[in-house]
């Protein structure tokens, strides 16, 4: 029983050491790649200090570490999600947490100067409002996550009409500013654009690994998470805190990035051949899929790099056909 219980944990870290080598082969060759090829020995040589090279300083490294983590910060968002309603399409950009997010930085945009600070505020305010509604429609003398998910996306699509209508009553520039952030870009991320956001990513991770414990309790079902002193209602309402304060902060920065937070949770627990959805693989994989999502992005019709988003919806597309065909068949 010892060895049993042991073997799904020894699995995880293997997995953890293999994806942090795969992230590390995939920064690498972000820092490489551009409209000039960097070797691998020039950009260990600029990142140990041997050389100075603001191509990969400035413009490639907040790029890479940009998409690691907010990859990671999509990935436990929606590990949490998928948690909390305990189905694999609890993710926020399915039950329109992403598009509550992007009507706060839209509102930002539109009605306010748009700054970095209104945008960040501003999607925090509209996920959070989006949630605390589904969770009101959702509450019927009882927690259900079907019924979560289901009246989440029927609020997803309400959201994302009601932003459409925003951006066709905004100005043209606006309009056009929000159109393209909107597919989920991290073309022109610098350095000025990340330090508060990798702060407060860096804060709530530490925050829901704190009580990852408890989130696995939960997993577990109501009655084990309670025998055990788990306080559900305090959890949830923290769990959902968190996911909604990830996803609000990597929508303010890059835009709705979606399907990453769908698909990592759910590939990072086959892969660790783990009973819930546990937060470290679906942090790992999440980083994985976004960096190479951005990297497909660049090449793909090089020199113009495309939005992250496109990649992330065709890639994630082709995965909610299989989860949604699976589901069917079990049913």
Known sequence: MTAYALRPERRTLVLAALMTVLLLGLGLLGLCYGATWATPGEVLAVLSGAEQSVVILDWRLPRV?????FGAAL?????IFQNITRNPMGSPD?????????????VALTVLSGTSAQLAAGSVIGGLAVAAAI???????????????????????MVTAFNSWIV?????????AAVGWSAGSLNGVGWDDLTIPFVIIGALLLLMTLSAH??????????VAVTTGVGLDRLRL?????GVGCTATVTAVAGPVVFIALAAPQIGRRLAGAAGVPLLPAALTG????????????????PVALPVGVVSTAIGGCYLIWLLTKEVRRA
């Open 75 to 79: 990935g436990v968002a929606g590990a």
């Open 238 to 242: 923290l769990m959902v805190f968190v």
């Open 135 to 157: 969770y009101f429609l959702a509450f019927d003398r009882g927690f259900s996550g079907m019924r979560l998910v289901v009246i989440g996306i029927g609020i997803n699509a």
């Open 168 to 176: 066709l009553r905004a100005e043209l520039e606006v309009a056009i």
């Open 94 to 106: 399915v039950i329109g947490l992403d598009a509550g997010a992007y009507t706060g930085a839209l």
């Open 65 to 69: 570490l940009a998409a690691l983590v």
């Open 287 to 302: 980083a994985v899929l976004l960096l190479g999502a951005d990297l497909l992005a660049q090449m793909l019709l090089a």
């Open 214 to 223: 408890a989130m696995h309790q939960a997993a577990l079902g109501d009655a």
